[in-house]
């Protein structure tokens, strides 16, 4: 014979169903919430003003190396980087400096100071590694101009680098 006295509550499939859905969707967002409060965006620009003002700079320095006729050749091998200069060679023979900004990686952005060697070619070691695409901007210490381009590196081949 059956018996037509029903199960407990807690020994039925559909009551943990319906405590485990949303159960698992509060874990969730607290989860998300915590990742969204505690976690730090770097693509995004708090002082919009500022930043705005030191694109004009930014152009007038793009500008000058036009004027200046600033044209280079650049090589980055797996342990050093080589700059030389096909046109517009710097009157000084100052140091220059070549900054790598990662196209979504903030803390991997990293600055080179170029020394001039005797045969005219401006190199610095590298210490970290290159690989992906990058933002190079090559200025001098004075910043009175500034060139820059988008690349893929490595590459075996040296690529320009001009206003």
Excluded: C
């Excluded at 991997?108 to 020394?115: A, G, I």
């Amino acid at each position: 014979m059956q018996s037509n006295t029903p199960k407990i509550w807690y020994k039925q499939f559909w009551p943990w169903f319906l405590i485990v859905v949303p159960l698992s969707s509060m874990v969730l967002s607290f989860t998300m919430m915590n990742f969204a409060f505690n976690s730090e965006d770097s693509m995004v620009i708090d002082d919009y003003y500022k930043e705005g003002r030191s694109i004009n700079l930014k152009i007038k320095k793009l500008q000058q190396a036009k004027v200046l006729g600033i044209s280079t050749k650049v090589q980055v091998f797996s342990d050093y980087v080589e700059v030389s200069f096909t046109s517009g060679i710097p009157d000084n023979d100052g140091a220059l400096t070549l900054d790598f900004f990662h196209s979504t990686q903030k803390f991997k952005d990293f600055s080179v100071t170029l020394l001039r060697d005797a045969k005219g070619l401006y190199r610095a070691p590298l210490v970290t590694d290159v690989t992906g695409k990058w933002k190079l901007s090559l200025h001098p210490f004075d910043e009175n101009w500034k060139i820059q381009k988008v690349i893929s590196l490595p590459q075996t081949s040296p690529f320009d680098l001009k206003p």
